[in-house]
């Protein structure tokens, strides 16, 4: 027996050695049973029977079967010649369904492949191109027969490459990438050649060829080394471009790119804006500049000129003019000199002062009445802060509910439930030495370090422990796992732990050690060599959709899950698809997403915490050799949240160390001895009291009213009102301490008195603020419109409680003063009495001795000027190169693991996030125009949906597209199409009628196709089939036998309509590029919403489409990012809303004084300018809560500007720069120290906190706003305002002179009491110090009744100012807080023990 076999093989070596290659003769027929040599694979292994025969001639059935699978050998019924059985025509065509499933989108590709199987099969001169090189005997149907087992097929390289080339550009819509790339094995799309594409469809280890095929490429004319009588086949293959023999249309763009239109390149994008060759922002600000510098300039020479003019004219005869060119020595004023402006601005501040007054007094008269009310508003307000609804997420926050992309993700999450939570670890193992592998099939890889298999086998270990997390659940009722979470593409109704989507380099070997550790000793070309794990992710990386690779381990590269692992979620910090020299692992659970208030939300969050532990453990454990970083979907809320809490304490530290400062400062400290009693310690708490509570009940009342709070405003509203507060507080309490109270004046009636004459300024600065940021509640940002509301009624109550509670605590504080009482032991007293001179504390002195006089010296003011302006400039330009965004890694603390993730996954991940193009209600699919204006395929309009975002993928660096979208309308025509066999009905059974899927074996169970072939290989359903297969496709899970199948790749990509059966909503995925920074975020955002309307644009043309049809991009990043296209419009309209009070308010209660509001208004805007031009400077990004900081800037630049604007309008002091001095030394002292000295040391805790956040924002920002406002406040303004500042108010003038006059009458009339009288107005200084009494000549108690009733307007002639001393005679002398006012000699009365007092003017001066 053994003998025989060896002559039956001898004899096949002899007849394959002398076969004949001539035409007309068949080197095999029939087929003889499987490959013995070949084990089970993924179809059937079935042998020819070596048969050296003329071909037969086909009849019947056997002719109508090669025409159907091999048209292109059709010569006639009586003509046609085959070397092929029915069998093997059968064979062939179930073989060639496989590779029609993906090719048959591109006719010409489909019949080329076709073309070359038929000619190595079924052609007639099959001997003339086929050379059989291994044969066996095997016993088939009980006959021992020889079968092939190997042959060499000779083709011409110009049909090979033909045929290549009509192919390489076929996509597969499910993944976007390239059909070649699963039929080219180990090289992929990028690295496949003609050779390569027919050696593996010659690979028997492929799981698909049932026997060895040796393609040759043989070039035209070349014969060296052909066998005899061998003539390479050269057929002329078809271009993609071109139409089939049976009538196949050519292919879509999409699939060859000779088919596409001409299309023009995107425009790349603006260029910087250029003028004269240089920066176009530079140059503009540099002209500016330049026309600022000589506008002043020549307003300082038209100003000397005048000077020299009104000189010359005093010296010919006029003399003493003021500031406003009013010779009062000479001329007396006339209402008619008065204008409305000037008449109104008296007016307003007598009415205000009176009510202030009135007011005050009332308030220190009941003080213990108005604490407990004040306290009963407060707590009434307060108590909804039970029902406080504090927001953390941050598309809450950031993004309005009726912003596009909120809608548009609404839409998206109604219709395919949220975007999946991720779960994901990227390992690395720096240091750790690669090895060089020199594999039999692939040559020699370099393996990096961390491609081993022992940190492979210990990833694995990592992703066990986590699959296999249990907890119990109380919102289940029941022990939880990943699979009641887990998003499972391919079995999402009842899904087991091998269902859930795991992503990772183990899913390669299906997480089975077993295969990891396989090896097998395998020959290839002679060679024979041991392959193991490394072949198969060589091959398995390079194409991930085989469900078999091609060495002789016969592994499935597809994970557990059953779908395909990309190589870019398995591996990371590759080059150019150098996988086996990758950086990092990667490794990523993907969760369901759930709404909030769904149960299975709280679930996932649990499992995440679980998790996050596991991962942490992990990596603190010393015997892991990774290092790693790691995220769960809820790390970036839970960071933000930690910060928060983290960071509370420095906020205490920083609201506790302004408290120190202000109780500290806001003592007098006349004495050692009554530092416990002049010190302010329970005046500066009840101030921070007064900002708590005002806070506190704002964020109540909102609370009531359901408006949520969130963290910004927890940290910034207190800062801000504490800011404003403090500011008040000192100014009241300064001016309260500078006053001396006058004779028979009470306590409370001073309070009144003083609180009249600050409270005006008071009252401007807070409601010019409130206002503005109740207009800020416009904005559309939830995070900026809720800051707006809470710190808007914070500040206004704020400013209530300073008119009640806080002039009712400094009532008790200046009772408890008055009895020398200690604070704290208000039993203990003191016996050193107060001073008489009033305390007029460091600061002041400092301003008006040194710090007014040098900054307004004529120098200084000029070098001011120049200086701002050139600041002023310099930040316009710096302003148009502030970066726009907040990258999300600075939301995080430093620290962070966050950080760590952010670092790996910008270094690492090689792909961009998935990005869907949605489209809603409106539009027919069902019809072939519609079908046309969505797909890619064969026949489909070139400007399509899915082709138009396949052009913008041609440019990815302008478009942010990488990879091109999925389309389920080209699967669904793909999985129609009968020559693919996925779609069948069922012909017998229980189920007949009714869809047959594709791995239905039983024997004539599904004889019928869904739909007919078309002529002309353009397939498009009608309306009822459409309708009608449309759910079995997305119910159809995807195999060998139908790769099309719909579950899992778009299951949840087309919404219906339960009743009608429309389309209400599908979506197409594409990937963007990999994006890093906010604005390539924002950037991809704005193309992708062009390239949508572009779309939409199109399909809205398509006949039946709905006019309010939409196509719209989503993913999960853009409700975050959008913000960013319009934030600075936004931020815009938002500031300029909150600019405009401080003009109006400004102008209304100053008596429609239009000069002053604008300069109040031009300071502000140069502070915001100036804000943000050191942002650029600094680094700080302009953001939403770099907006919110703006708006907040605008608030604090009123304090440092408006009470200094105010009290320079109302000073009636002769001259411009004396006016300044004056505002300067008397409202800058307490702007210096109520609002810088108040923030600085606050801010500087806050460079301590952890958040980078907090750091950036709060800190820098805060600072460079604080500092910006003080310099321009205290320097810049007074300045402003000695050039451009308001003239003397008139009307001022004049009821000075009237009360002049009166005086000199009262003067007249004989008195028997002294009374000191302010009597005149002069345009020269006089020198500070009290004057002399003057003592009058006693009169009837008429007159003595009218002189007690005689009133001076003070502080804004706004109160009775009466200097009455009956008791202390002519001892007493009422000291003044203005200085350097020149003193004239009293006219001698009837009386000479008695002078007029000589101090009117200072007095006024004083109060104004």
């Given at each position: 027996?053994?003998?025989?076999?060896?002559?039956?093989?001898?004899?096949?070596?002899?007849?394959?050695?002398?076969?004949?290659?001539?035409?007309?003769?068949?080197?095999?027929?029939?087929?003889?049973?499987?490959?013995?040599?070949?084990?089970?694979?993924?179809?059937?292994?079935?042998?020819?029977?070596?048969?050296?025969?003329?071909?037969?001639?086909?009849?019947?059935?056997?002719?109508?079967?090669?025409?159907?699978?091999?048209?292109?050998?059709?010569?006639?019924?009586?003509?046609?010649?085959?070397?092929?059985?029915?069998?093997?025509?059968?064979?062939?065509?179930?073989?060639?369904?496989?590779?029609?499933?993906?090719?048959?989108?591109?006719?010409?590709?489909?019949?080329?492949?076709?073309?070359?199987?038929?000619?190595?099969?079924?052609?007639?001169?099959?001997?003339?191109?086929?050379?059989?090189?291994?044969?066996?005997?095997?016993?088939?149907?009980?006959?021992?027969?020889?079968?092939?087992?190997?042959?060499?097929?000779f083709l011409s390289t110009t049909f090979a490459e033909g045929s290549f080339q009509s192919c390489k550009n076929v996509r597969i819509p499910a993944t976007g990438g390239f059909a070649i790339a699963t039929m080219c094995g180990r090289y992929g799309a990028k690295l496949c050649t003609p050779q390569r594409w027919y050696d593996f469809q010659g690979d028997s280890g492929n799981g698909l060829a049932p026997f060895d095929i040796d393609f040759q490429l043989v070039p035209p004319g070349v014969t060296e080394g052909l066998p005899a009588g061998v003539v390479p086949y050269a057929g002329r293959p078809l271009r993609c471009n071109q139409t089939t023999a049976t009538g196949g249309a050519a292919c879509s763009c999409q699939d060859c790119q000779d088919s596409c239109p001409v299309v023009a390149p995107p425009s790349p994008p603006a260029g910087a804006f250029r003028l004269l060759g240089a920066d176009g922002y530079l140059v503009l600000c540099i002209i500016l500049l330049c026309l600022l510098m000589a506008a002043f300039l020549l307003y300082l020479m038209a100003g000397y000129y005048m000077r020299r003019v009104e000189r010359k004219r005093g010296a010919g005869g006029g003399k003493g003019k003021d500031g406003n060119g009013n010779d009062l020595a000479e001329r007396l004023l006339v209402p008619s000199d008065v204008s409305c402006t000037d008449r109104n601005s008296l007016a307003a501040q007598e009415l205000l002062g009176s009510l202030f007054q009135t007011w005050g007094t009332i308030m220190a008269s009941h003080p213990l009445k108005v604490l407990l009310a004040a306290a009963v508003v407060v707590v009434a307000f307060a108590t909804g802060l039970m029902h406080i609804e504090l927001t953390t997420d941050p598309i809450q926050l950031w993004s309005a509910p009726n912003s596009r992309a909120r809608r548009e993700k609404d839409f998206h999450d109604k219709y395919f439930d949220p975007f999946f939570r991720t779960n994901q670890v990227i390992l690395t193992a720096p240091g750790r030495p690669g090895h060089m592998y020199d594999s039999l099939l692939f040559g020699k890889q370099n393996f990096s370090g961390i491609i081993s298999k022992d940190l492979i086998i210990q990833l694995l270990e990592l992703q066990s422990r986590i699959q296999n997390i249990e907890f119990w659940s109380d919102d289940l009722n029941r022990t939880a796992s990943l699979k009641d979470i887990c998003f499972a593409p391919l079995n999402p109704n009842d899904p087991s732990l091998t269902d859930c989507a795991v992503n990772s380099l183990p899913q390669y070997f299906q997480n089975s050690v077993a295969n990891l550790n396989a090896k097998v000793n395998m020959t290839e070309l002679g060679v024979t060599k041991e392959?193991?794990?490394?072949?198969?992710?060589?091959?398995?990386?390079?194409?991930?959709?085989?469900?078999?690779?091609?060495?002789?381990?016969?592994?499935?590269?597809?994970?557990?899950?059953?779908?395909?692992?990309?190589?870019?979620?398995?591996?990371?910090?590759?080059?150019?698809?150098?996988?086996?020299?990758?950086?990092?692992?990667?490794?990523?659970?993907?969760?369901?997403?759930?709404?909030?208030?769904?149960?299975?939300?709280?679930?996932?969050?649990?499992?995440?915490?679980?998790?996050?532990?596991?991962?942490?453990?992990?990596?603190?454990?010393?015997?892991?050799?990774?290092?790693?970083?790691?995220?769960?979907?809820?790390?970036?809320?839970?960071?933000?949240?930690?910060?928060?809490?983290?960071?509370?304490?420095?906020?205490?530290?920083?609201?506790?160390?302004?408290?120190?400062?202000?109780?500290?400062?806001?003592?007098?400290?006349?004495?050692?001895?009554?530092?416990?009693?002049?010190?302010?310690?329970?005046?500066?708490?009840?101030?921070?009291?007064?900002?708590?509570?005002?806070?506190?009940?704002?964020?109540?009342?909102?609370?009531?009213?359901?408006?949520?709070?969130?963290?910004?405003?927890?940290?910034?509203?207190?800062?801000?009102?504490?800011?404003?507060?403090?500011?008040?507080?000192?100014?009241?309490?300064?001016?309260?301490?500078?006053?001396?109270?006058?004779?028979?004046?009470?306590?409370?009636?001073?309070?009144?008195?003083?609180?009249?004459?600050?409270?005006?300024?008071?009252?401007?600065?807070?409601?010019?603020?409130?206002?503005?940021?109740?207009?800020?509640?416009?904005?559309?940002?939830?995070?900026?419109?809720?800051?707006?509301?809470?710190?808007?009624?914070?500040?206004?109550?704020?400013?209530?409680?300073?008119?009640?509670?806080?002039?009712?605590?400094?009532?008790?504080?200046?009772?408890?003063?008055?009895?020398?009482?200690?604070?704290?032991?208000?039993?203990?007293?003191?016996?050193?009495?107060?001073?008489?001179?009033?305390?007029?504390?460091?600061?002041?002195?400092?301003?008006?001795?040194?710090?007014?006089?040098?900054?307004?010296?004529?120098?200084?003011?000029?070098?001011?000027?120049?200086?701002?302006?050139?600041?002023?400039?310099?930040?316009?330009?710096?302003?148009?190169?502030?970066?726009?965004?907040?990258?999300?890694?600075?939301?995080?603390?430093?620290?962070?693991?966050?950080?760590?993730?952010?670092?790996?996954?910008?270094?690492?991940?090689?792909?961009?996030?998935?990005?869907?193009?949605?489209?809603?209600?409106?539009?027919?699919?069902?019809?072939?125009?519609?079908?046309?204006?969505?797909?890619?395929?064969?026949?489909?309009?070139?400007?399509?949906?899915?082709?138009?975002?396949?052009?913008?993928?041609?440019?990815?660096?302008?478009?942010?597209?990488?990879?091109?979208?999925?389309?389920?309308?080209?699967?669904?025509?793909?999985?129609?199409?009968?020559?693919?066999?996925?779609?069948?009905?069922?012909?017998?059974?229980?189920?007949?009628?009714?869809?047959?899927?594709?791995?239905?074996?039983?024997?004539?169970?599904?004889?019928?196709?869904?739909?007919?072939?078309?002529?002309?290989?353009?397939?498009?359903?009608?309306?009822?089939?459409?309708?009608?297969?449309?759910?079995?496709?997305?119910?159809?899970?995807?195999?060998?036998?139908?790769?099309?199948?719909?579950?899992?790749?778009?299951?949840?990509?087309?919404?219906?309509?339960?009743?009608?059966?429309?389309?209400?909503?599908?979506?197409?995925?594409?990937?963007?590029?990999?994006?890093?920074?906010?604005?390539?975020?924002?950037?991809?955002?704005?193309?992708?919403?062009?390239?949508?309307?572009?779309?939409?644009?199109?399909?809205?043309?398509?006949?039946?489409?709905?006019?309010?049809?939409?196509?719209?991009?989503?993913?999960?990043?853009?409700?975050?990012?959008?913000?960013?296209?319009?934030?600075?419009?936004?931020?815009?309209?938002?500031?300029?809303?909150?600019?405009?009070?401080?003009?109006?308010?400004?102008?209304?209660?100053?008596?429609?004084?239009?000069?002053?509001?604008?300069?109040?208004?031009?300071?502000?805007?140069?502070?915001?300018?100036?804000?943000?031009?050191?942002?650029?400077?600094?680094?700080?990004?302009?953001?939403?809560?770099?907006?919110?900081?703006?708006?907040?800037?605008?608030?604090?630049?009123?304090?440092?500007?408006?009470?200094?604007?105010?009290?320079?309008?109302?000073?009636?002091?002769?001259?411009?720069?004396?006016?300044?001095?004056?505002?300067?030394?008397?409202?800058?002292?307490?702007?210096?120290?109520?609002?810088?000295?108040?923030?600085?040391?606050?801010?500087?805790?806050?460079?301590?906190?952890?958040?980078?956040?907090?750091?950036?924002?709060?800190?820098?920002?805060?600072?460079?706003?604080?500092?910006?406002?003080?310099?321009?406040?205290?320097?810049?303004?007074?300045?402003?305002?000695?050039?451009?500042?308001?003239?003397?108010?008139?009307?001022?003038?004049?009821?000075?002179?009237?009360?002049?006059?009166?005086?000199?009458?009262?003067?007249?009339?004989?008195?028997?009491?002294?009374?000191?009288?302010?009597?005149?107005?002069?345009?020269?200084?006089?020198?500070?110090?009290?004057?002399?009494?003057?003592?009058?000549?006693?009169?009837?108690?008429?007159?003595?009744?009218?002189?007690?009733?005689?009133?001076?307007?003070?502080?804004?002639?706004?109160?009775?100012?009466?200097?009455?001393?009956?008791?202390?005679?002519?001892?007493?002398?009422?000291?003044?807080?203005?200085?350097?006012?020149?003193?004239?000699?009293?006219?001698?009365?009837?009386?000479?023990?008695?002078?007029?007092?000589?101090?009117?003017?200072?007095?006024?001066?004083?109060?104004?």
């Amino acid at each position: 027996m053994t003998c025989l076999a060896a002559l039956v093989t001898l004899l096949s070596c002899l007849g394959l050695s002398t076969a004949l290659h001539e035409p007309g003769f068949c080197a095999f027929y029939d087929e003889c049973g499987k490959n013995p040599d070949k084990p089970p694979g993924l179809l059937p292994a079935i042998v020819p029977c070596l048969n050296h025969s003329p071909a037969r001639s086909l009849k019947g059935e056997h002719y109508r079967r090669l025409k159907t699978v091999c048209p292109m050998l059709d010569q006639g019924e009586n003509s046609t010649q085959a070397c092929c059985s029915m069998s093997q025509l059968k064979s062939l065509e179930n073989s060639l369904i496989l590779s029609k499933a993906i090719l048959l989108r591109c006719p010409s590709c489909a019949d080329n492949f076709a073309h070359l199987h038929c000619i190595n099969t079924c052609s007639p001169n099959q001997t003339l191109t086929v050379k059989v090189t291994k044969t066996t005997n095997v016993t088939h149907l009980g006959v021992q027969r020889t079968v092939v087992l190997a042959y060499q097929a000779f083709l011409s390289t110009t049909f090979a490459e033909g045929s290549f080339q009509s192919c390489k550009n076929v996509r597969i819509p499910a993944t976007g990438g390239f059909a070649i790339a699963t039929m080219c094995g180990r090289y992929g799309a990028k690295l496949c050649t003609p050779q390569r594409w027919y050696d593996f469809q010659g690979d028997s280890g492929n799981g698909l060829a049932p026997f060895d095929i040796d393609f040759q490429l043989v070039p035209p004319g070349v014969t060296e080394g052909l066998p005899a009588g061998v003539v390479p086949y050269a057929g002329r293959p078809l271009r993609c471009n071109q139409t089939t023999a049976t009538g196949g249309a050519a292919c879509s763009c999409q699939d060859c790119q000779d088919s596409c239109p001409v299309v023009a390149p995107p425009s790349p994008p603006a260029g910087a804006f250029r003028l004269l060759g240089a920066d176009g922002y530079l140059v503009l600000c540099i002209i500016l500049l330049c026309l600022l510098m000589a506008a002043f300039l020549l307003y300082l020479m038209a100003g000397y000129y005048m000077r020299r003019v009104e000189r010359k004219r005093g010296a010919g005869g006029g003399k003493g003019k003021d500031g406003n060119g009013n010779d009062l020595a000479e001329r007396l004023l006339v209402p008619s000199d008065v204008s409305c402006t000037d008449r109104n601005s008296l007016a307003a501040q007598e009415l205000l002062g009176s009510l202030f007054q009135t007011w005050g007094t009332i308030m220190a008269s009941h003080p213990l009445k108005v604490l407990l009310a004040a306290a009963v508003v407060v707590v009434a307000f307060a108590t909804g802060l039970m029902h406080i609804e504090l927001t953390t997420d941050p598309i809450q926050l950031w993004s309005a509910p009726n912003s596009r992309a909120r809608r548009e993700k609404d839409f998206h999450d109604k219709y395919f439930d949220p975007f999946f939570r991720t779960n994901q670890v990227i390992l690395t193992a720096p240091g750790r030495p690669g090895h060089m592998y020199d594999s039999l099939l692939f040559g020699k890889q370099n393996f990096s370090g961390i491609i081993s298999k022992d940190l492979i086998i210990q990833l694995l270990e990592l992703q066990s422990r986590i699959q296999n997390i249990e907890f119990w659940s109380d919102d289940l009722n029941r022990t939880a796992s990943l699979k009641d979470i887990c998003f499972a593409p391919l079995n999402p109704n009842d899904p087991s732990l091998t269902d859930c989507a795991v992503n990772s380099l183990p899913q390669y070997f299906q997480n089975s050690v077993a295969n990891l550790n396989a090896k097998v000793n395998m020959t290839e070309l002679g060679v024979t060599k041991e392959v193991d794990w490394r072949d198969h992710f060589i091959y398995c990386v390079n194409s991930p959709l085989s469900f078999q690779d091609i060495t002789d381990l016969r592994l499935s590269c597809m994970a557990d899950y059953g779908g395909p692992v990309f190589p870019f979620l398995a591996v990371g910090g590759y080059d150019k698809d150098d996988f086996t020299a990758a950086e990092a692992l990667i490794m990523t659970f993907s969760l369901n997403n759930y709404a909030r208030e769904n149960p299975k939300f709280k679930v996932a969050l649990e499992w995440e915490q679980m998790f996050l532990d596991i991962v942490q453990e992990y990596q603190r454990n010393p015997t892991n050799n990774f290092t790693f970083a790691y995220m769960a979907e809820r790390s970036l809320e839970d960071e933000i949240n930690r910060t928060t809490s983290e960071d509370i304490p420095i906020f205490m530290i920083s609201y506790l160390v302004i408290f120190v400062y202000i109780a500290v400062a806001l003592g007098e400290y006349s004495s050692c001895k009554r530092i416990l009693v002049d010190s302010k310690f329970l005046v500066g708490l009840g101030g921070i009291l007064v900002v708590g509570c005002s806070v506190l009940a704002s964020m109540g009342f909102y609370a009531w009213i359901g408006i949520p709070s969130s963290l910004v405003i927890l940290q910034v509203v207190p800062f801000l009102v504490l800011a404003v507060g403090a500011d008040n507080i000192f100014i009241f309490v300064l001016e309260h301490q500078r006053d001396m109270r006058r004779s028979g004046e009470t306590m409370e009636e001073q309070i009144g008195r003083v609180l009249g004459n600050v409270a005006p300024s008071m009252l401007l600065c807070s409601l010019s603020e409130s206002v503005c940021f109740f207009l800020g509640a416009l904005s559309t940002m939830p995070a900026v419109k809720s800051f707006a509301l809470y710190a808007a009624l914070a500040v206004l109550l704020d400013f209530i409680l300073q008119m009640t509670a806080f002039v009712a605590l400094l009532s008790l504080d200046a009772r408890r003063q008055d009895g020398n009482r200690c604070e704290l032991a208000c039993c203990v007293t003191v016996t050193t009495q107060r001073p008489t001179k009033p305390n007029e504390g460091f600061l002041l002195p400092l301003m008006r001795k040194y710090y007014a006089p040098f900054l307004l010296h004529p120098i200084s003011r000029v070098v001011v000027m120049v200086v701002f302006l050139f600041m002023f400039c310099s930040s316009i330009y710096l302003m148009f190169h502030v970066t726009v965004g907040l990258d999300q890694e600075l939301a995080m603390p430093e620290g962070s693991y966050m950080l760590d993730f952010f670092k790996y996954l910008y270094q690492y991940f090689e792909v961009g996030v998935p990005t869907y193009f949605v489209t809603t209600k409106g539009f027919n699919y069902n019809s072939v125009a519609g079908m046309n204006a969505t797909c890619s395929s064969v026949g489909c309009d070139p400007f399509s949906l899915t082709q138009k975002i396949q052009y913008a993928t041609e440019y990815p660096e302008l478009s942010y597209m990488e990879i091109p979208a999925n389309s389920w309308v080209d699967d669904f025509i793909d999985w129609l199409n009968p020559g693919g066999g996925c779609c069948r009905i069922y012909t017998a059974g229980p189920n007949i009628g009714k869809f047959c899927p594709a791995n239905e074996t039983a024997p004539f169970a599904c004889l019928r196709k869904c739909v007919k072939a078309p002529s002309n290989g353009i397939l498009r359903p009608t309306v009822d089939e459409f309708n009608r297969f449309l759910p079995d496709f997305l119910g159809n899970r995807p195999d060998l036998q139908c790769p099309k199948g719909g579950l899992g790749a778009y299951d949840k990509a087309v919404v219906t309509d339960p009743n009608t059966g429309e389309i209400i909503a599908s979506r197409f995925m594409a990937y963007h590029t990999p994006l890093t920074t906010s604005q390539e975020f924002t950037a991809a955002l704005e193309k992708a919403r062009e390239l949508a309307h572009n779309i939409t644009m199109g399909m809205r043309a398509i006949p039946g489409t709905s006019p309010d049809f939409e196509v719209f991009p989503y993913t999960v990043t853009y409700v975050f990012y959008e913000q960013y296209l319009t934030i600075v419009p936004e931020g815009l309209f938002n500031i300029s809303l909150c600019l405009l009070p401080t003009f109006v308010v400004c102008c209304l209660l100053l008596g429609m004084d239009l000069r002053s509001g604008l300069l109040n208004l031009l300071t502000i805007v140069m502070i915001t300018v100036d804000t943000v031009g050191v942002m650029t400077l600094w680094g700080i990004d302009y953001n939403a809560i770099a907006l919110i900081n703006l708006v907040t800037a605008v608030g604090i630049s009123v304090e440092f500007v408006s009470h200094l604007t105010r009290s320079f309008a109302l000073s009636i002091k002769p001259t411009q720069v004396e006016r300044a001095k004056d505002a300067v030394t008397t409202m800058g002292s307490a702007v210096f120290a109520g609002v810088a000295m108040t923030n600085l040391p606050g801010i500087v805790v806050l460079a301590f906190a952890k958040a980078q956040l907090i750091k950036i924002f709060f800190f820098r920002l805060n600072l460079v706003i604080t500092l910006l406002g003080l310099v321009h406040g205290l320097v810049f303004l007074p300045v402003l305002l000695t050039y451009f500042g308001p003239g003397v108010n008139k009307a001022v003038l004049l009821k000075l002179q009237q009360d002049k006059a009166q005086a000199s009458q009262d003067l007249h009339e004989p008195r028997s009491n002294y009374v000191y009288v302010n009597q005149s107005f002069h345009n020269h200084e006089a020198p500070s110090g009290p004057a002399p009494p003057t003592p009058l000549s006693p009169t009837s108690q008429a007159s003595q009744d009218l002189s007690s009733k005689h009133v001076y307007k003070d502080l804004e002639l706004r109160s009775k100012h009466v200097y009455e001393d009956l008791e202390l005679r002519s001892k007493h002398v009422y000291e003044e807080l203005s200085s350097e006012n020149t003193a004239q000699p009293p006219s001698p009365t009837s009386d000479p023990s008695v002078t007029p007092d000589t101090r009117a003017q200072d007095s006024i001066d004083l109060k104004f």
